[in-house]
């Protein structure tokens, strides 16, 4: 099946300064992925839609300026958690959907888990 | 819009014992619905999928159907194994690329 990496899988930084987590495509190509954040004990939260050479799409609440996205390629999509804060502290998670076959079905990357001191 | 509900957890299950996951949604038009599986330390995995109503997905001796009547999708396993234990989400998507909807999760426990 199709497989979505993430890098790094876990990173912890000092407040104030900035993070980029990287989430792949292996073996496919991925017009769009998403990008969800995961609080304990509590469900996915979708915080963004990126698309390939274009901007992304944020939710409602979620600040572009903070979490900034780039998705440079169809196999590549980037967040960056800008001047970091304690709250920025969570797991995060992207998703792709495969193009050329099933768009019905996501394929989760890992995750990420960011502690920000 | 589109919401998707599940039983709360955690549930706690001796092995062999029989399982439900409630899931129940509320969608424009007619979703896809998913139950994702979350075991520790992993990353979501796709446990089975339903595309319209009536449709059965299954995997793992897991099943679900689509029951459009009853807007559910309820999860279920005639006997359960210790490495069952996991996050069970519930999810819906509508047509085309659009992110998934997830429901809260469901910590299912099997103990020996």
């Known amino acids: 099946g199709a497989v979505v990496s993430q890098h790094p899988s876990r990173v912890i930084c000092k407040s104030g300064t900035s993070v980029k987590i990287e989430c792949r495509s292996l073996?496919?190509?991925?017009?769009?992925m998403f990008w969800y954040r995961q609080f304990p004990k509590k469900s996915l939260m979708l915080m963004a839609t990126s698309n390939e050479g274009s901007k992304a799409t944020y939710e409602q609440g979620v600040e572009k300026d903070k979490f900034l996205i780039n998705h440079a390629s169809l196999t590549l999509s980037t967040l960056t958690v800008t001047s970091a804060h304690p709250e920025d502290s969570s797991f995060y998670i992207c998703?792709?959907?495969?193009?050329?076959?099933?768009?019905?079905?996501?394929?989760f990357g890992p995750g990420t888990r960011l502690t920000v001191l | 819009g589109n919401s998707v509900t599940q039983m709360e957890g955690p549930v706690t299950l001796s092995e062999e014992a029989f399982l439900t996951i409630n899931c129940t949604y509320t969608?424009?038009?007619?979703?896809?619905l998913f139950w994702y599986v979350q075991y520790p330390g992993e990353g979501l995995q796709l446990l089975l999928k339903?595309?319209?109503?009536?449709d059965k997905g299954s995997n793992k001796g897991f099943e679900a159907t689509y029951r459009k009547e009853t807007t559910s999708f309820h999860l279920e396993k005639g006997s359960v194994q210790v490495s069952d234990s996991a996050v069970y989400f519930c999810?819906?998507?509508?047509?085309?690329?659009?992110?998934?909807?997830f429901g809260k999760g469901t910590r299912l426990s099997v103990i020996a």
């Open positions: 339903a595309t319209k109503a009536d």
């Open positions: 999810a819906l998507r509508n047509s085309g690329n659009t992110p998934l909807v």
């Open positions: 073996d496919f190509q991925a017009t769009t």
């Open positions: 998703s792709a959907t495969d193009d050329r076959t099933d768009t019905d079905t996501q394929y």
């Open positions: 969608a424009t038009g007619y979703p896809s």
